[in-house]
């Protein structure tokens, strides 16, 4: 009964009611903010704008947000795979609590989860002192950001996977066994391209929530300007000294880069979803 | 159906790596916070998290909390309706404009708002005429948390509701119900659980905003001060196990939360 456009009665009551609900408190959070910051853009000087986003401290921020917020995806793509993995194939005790905790860092506040993976990592903290013995320093260095980004991202590549392993039959890895497939061939040729496009969904989510991440990074890093500071930080120290017109611009290229990301992330699924059902 | 001869040593290799990386990562960030909060035994826990300051924190954060879940939830229930009942134009961007706060720093969602109602807005001088203020006070702290939370809801309800197809409502509303007790008699049934789902999600992290609310707070002691942003002050002031105390309510919070979780996800497979 789905009529595309159509100007004749809804079957279904309520059209009106909660289309007007829905795009009045959409405008209201999110429409006007994001206009009056197209508009506060609009003001800028292009050559105000150039000089702002590449002064060297900023242009530091951004590698070391890219580089962080990078390997840290990275890393969540690899564990996140392996949890999922092992969340969906095995059973073994304890397994639904291994499941449950996986949306902890979704529940645990960014500021708690900064603070605390900021004591244990240093020189005299639990698991700091260990690695300072071999000369490692975790926290207040781009070590220590990558971890708080790790422990931000997990749930992102985990949740992602998880549901499509879950309905990918055993059959096609038997058959592929029966046809002859070494293990490898069988992880290589026939899962890993099958569960492409969520892997990369959750990789690209997560990248994107560690580029703007801030709760948990700014006690673990240190903020030592062009060593350990983070994109969202310059935003937040020009904000603090009401350099409004400089934290847009430098917010500007954050969320361009967040939309690009998207946006390569939008055309690597349709492309992998043209891969598996084969339709060129 | 085991075909493989090696899993044996594979599995049980992949569970270890799993739980060590879950324990290090996961846990014990936990434990760690629970353990300083009491290191200094039971009596420094207490004067901290009773501390006239940490009391004004935990009041506001439980306040500013309740009015971004409860208009989420409105948000979520409509919107979700709106989205999955109906065919219309400018659906999709609609729908692609609800999970835009996910994709958003929240120190930019915090510059947004100082952008729309800041000194240098076209509105402000309205808004000082009228003497609301917003930026550096509670409202801008509740506007923030509501963006930042904005999609949690909707976007649990949504699948469940396109998953359900809309025939139960429509041979409804052809046999003369009206659109209350439609909502009430189908599809909140079915939304029940992904909705209480929603809820808790979207409760969890209204209470641990940090960015987006250290944009627009004051840092006022005792009036504009959440729970994560006294936790901040205190840190910044070397009193850890203050900070620790504090962080360890919550965690309990996040603890909670997740057994929640479960809890509403198993009972949402057992209806289903």
């Known amino acids: 009964m789905k009529r595309k456009n159509s100007k004749k009665k809804r079957v279904i009551p309520g059209f009106g009611l909660s289309l007007g609900i829905t795009v009045t408190l959409m405008g209201i959070i999110v429409i006007i903010p994001l206009c009056s910051l197209v508009i506060f853009s609009a003001r800028l000087s292009p050559s105000d704008f150039i000089a702002t986003v590449t002064r060297p401290r900023v242009l530091s921020s951004y590698q070391v947000s890219f580089s962080t917020a990078f390997i840290a995806a990275v890393v969540d793509a690899v564990m996140g795979m392996i949890l999922a993995w092992v969340l969906v194939r095995y059973d073994f005790p304890g397994k639904s609590v291994m499941n449950g905790m996986i949306e902890l860092p979704f529940a645990l506040p960014t500021a708690v989860a900064g603070i605390s993976l900021t004591h244990l990592t240093t020189a005299n903290g639990w698991v700091g002192s260990i690695f300072h013995r071999f000369g490692i320093e975790i926290a207040y260095t781009r070590l220590g950001i990558t971890i708080a980004l790790i422990f931000i991202g997990i749930p992102f590549v985990v949740r992602s996977v998880q549901p499509v392993l879950e309905k990918f039959d055993a059959q096609y890895e038997e058959a592929a066994h029966i046809l002859g497939a070494s293990r490898r061939q069988t992880v290589f040729r026939v899962i890993l391209p099958e569960i492409a496009p969520s892997l990369i969904a959750g990789f690209t989510m997560s990248f994107a929530r560690g580029l703007g991440e801030y709760g948990s990074v700014v006690f673990i890093a240190g903020n030592m300007p062009y060593e350990t500071e983070i994109a969202p930080l310059m935003i937040m120290s020009e904000l603090q000294e009401f350099d409004y017109a400089s934290a847009t611009s430098i917010a500007l290229v954050m969320l361009a880069a967040s939309f690009v990301i998207l946006f390569v992330n939008a055309a690597l699924q349709s492309r992998a979803s043209k891969i598996v059902t084969g339709i060129a | ?272």
């Open chain 2, 1 to 272: 159906m085991k075909v493989r001869k090696n899993s044996g040593a594979a599995k049980w290799i992949l569970i270890g790596i799993s739980a060590v990386f879950l324990t290090v990562m996961l846990i014990l960030p936990l434990i760690y916070v629970v353990f300083t909060a009491f290191e200094e035994g039971v009596g420094v826990f207490l004067t901290a998290v009773t501390d006239e300051y940490a009391r004004k924190a935990v009041g506001l954060t439980l306040e500013v909390t309740v009015i971004a879940v409860f208009i989420n939830t409105v948000f979520g229930i409509f919107a979700s309706f709106c989205l999955t009942r109906f065919e219309f134009r400018g659906k999709k961007v609609l729908s692609a404009m609800i999970d835009l706060p996910f994709t958003v720093s929240p120190i930019i969602a915090g510059l947004i708002y100082v952008l729309t109602f800041g000194r240098q807005s076209a509105l402000y001088p309205y808004l000082q005429g009228a003497g609301i203020k917003i930026i550096f006070a509670v409202p801008g702290i509740v506007l923030a948390t509501i963006f930042v939370t904005f999609p949690f809801i909707s976007r649990e309800l949504i699948p469940v509701l396109n998953a359900q197809g809309t025939e139960e409502e429509e041979a409804a509303a052809l046999m003369g119900a009206n659109g209350f007790t439609i909502f009430r008699k189908i599809t909140f049934p079915h939304i029940k659980w992904a909705l209480l789902y929603g809820i808790v999600l979207c409760t969890a992290r209204a209470m641990g905003e940090f960015g987006a609310v250290s944009v627009l707070s004051g840092h006022l002691r005792g009036k504009t001060n959440t729970m994560p942003l006294y936790i901040e002050l205190l840190y910044q002031g070397y009193d850890f196990t203050g900070a620790f105390a504090v962080s360890s309510l919550l965690v309990c919070m996040a603890v909670m939360i997740l057994i929640l979780r479960s809890i509403l996800e198993y009972q949402g497979k057992k209806d289903a």
